[in-house]
């Protein structure tokens, strides 16, 4: 088994063979994501190709990686047969397997019975879910989503948010750089304010949820979503310290504020693999911006945590929790 040196907590996979539906749900194709209204995007070979990614890995230091599913095929997996779900999920199952354990999997879910399809990813040895800000269009905390929480909570299953759809359809504005610049971090604020202030993150004390991107906007507008919440501040900053958050926020100045908002022992690395390259290495290296001890909890135990496996097992981890105590 390969030691835990750094694992990466973001990161993404699509393999080939999801299966062709009548609504045209997005698959691989020769390279590229192919959708049912004829739209097609190259994706990097990295995606789909084990061996790459390994060795990208190699170069960039890391020994492990978290890999989810691309968020827009996630995002159709949910209102989709199942059976396109349980493809996504046996494929990133597969891929784990295929790199000898140094890939680590998430699932999704599809919401006709998504109790049933967790278990099975579960058995697969996946350790948790992908889910977005919004899940068809629907905030975090209606009513509706209440028994996908309640699955995961129950079953020890570790949540990932990310933003959907580029962030398009929270703001006044529309284009790549407001969309991806503003909309997907206001995206994952208005998600994180739903699991706070919404309730899910009270009402599911066992659920253990990470947010992209170091949560988009929450660190920062936080304390103004607090003085407008009702009850003591207390018992939000308890919830808010409740999330994992991603190092991926493209700055390494931001990463003190990240630590003060959720504890450096919530704080994950994240690369977005293979999306951003011009990034990969930089987002796995920290050193010099948190003090040793966290940097080195960030590398090994928080997302060890987070994916609900016993660092304890682990003899670098173990040195690393002792030296962030």
């Known amino acids: 088994m390969t030691p835990y040196r750094a694992v990466d907590a973001h990161a993404h996979y699509l393999g080939p063979g999801l299966p062709s539906l009548p609504s045209g749900a997005p698959r691989l194709v020769d390279g590229r994501i192919v959708r049912g209204d004829g739209s097609a995007r190259a994706v990097p070979s990295a995606l789909w190709d084990v061996r790459e990614r390994l060795r990208a890995m190699d170069s960039a230091g890391l020994s492990h990686q978290v890999i989810s599913p691309v968020p827009e095929i996630m995002t159709r997996a949910w209102p989709e047969d199942p059976a396109y779900a349980r493809a996504v999920n046996d494929s990133i199952a597969r891929a784990c397997r295929e790199s000898g354990g140094r890939l680590l999997g998430l699932g999704c879910l599809p919401r006709t019975d998504p109790a049933t399809e967790l278990a099975r990813c579960l058995s697969l040895g996946l350790r948790g879910v992908l889910v977005g800000t919004r899940m068809a269009g629907d905030g ?20 990932f ?24 971090p206001a995206d994952t604020a208005v998600a994180a ?18 947010l992209a991107h170091g949560g988009g906007a929450f660190p920062w507008v936080y304390p103004r979503l607090r003085m407008a919440a009702e009850g003591p501040g207390e018992q939000w900053d308890a919830l808010v310290r409740r999330l994992f958050v991603d190092t991926l926020v493209l ?7 990240l630590a003060h908002r959720f504890g450096p022992d919530r704080l994950l690395l994240g690369t977005d693999s293979p999306f951003l390259p011009e990034h990969f290495a ?8 948190l003090p040793s001890a966290p940097r080195r909890a960030v590398e090994v135990p928080n997302a060890l945590t987070f994916l609900g496996l016993p660092v304890a097992e682990h003899p670098d981890s ?3 929790s002792a030296e962030a105590g």
Do not use: K, N
């Not at 975090?140 to 995961?152: F, H, K």
């Not at 948010?161 to 997907?184: F, K, N, T, Y």
């Not at 930089?282 to 911006?289: H, L, P």
């Open 318 to 320: 173990r040195r690393t």
């Open 251 to 257: 700055d390494a100045a931001h990463l003190p504020l």
């Open 140 to 159: 975090l905390d209606v009513p509706g989503l209440s028994p996908l929480w309640a699955s995961c909570a129950e079953a020890g299953a570790c949540v």
């Open 161 to 184: 948010v990310h933003p959907v759809d580029h962030g398009r359809g929270v703001l006044c504005r529309s284009g790549p750089q407001v969309e991806i610049g503003l909309g997907m």
């Open 282 to 289: 930089d987002a796995a290296r920290i050193a010099g911006v």
């Open 193 to 210: 304010t739903a699991l706070v202030f919404g309730g899910v993150l009270a009402r599911y004390p066992g659920l253990r949820v990470l």
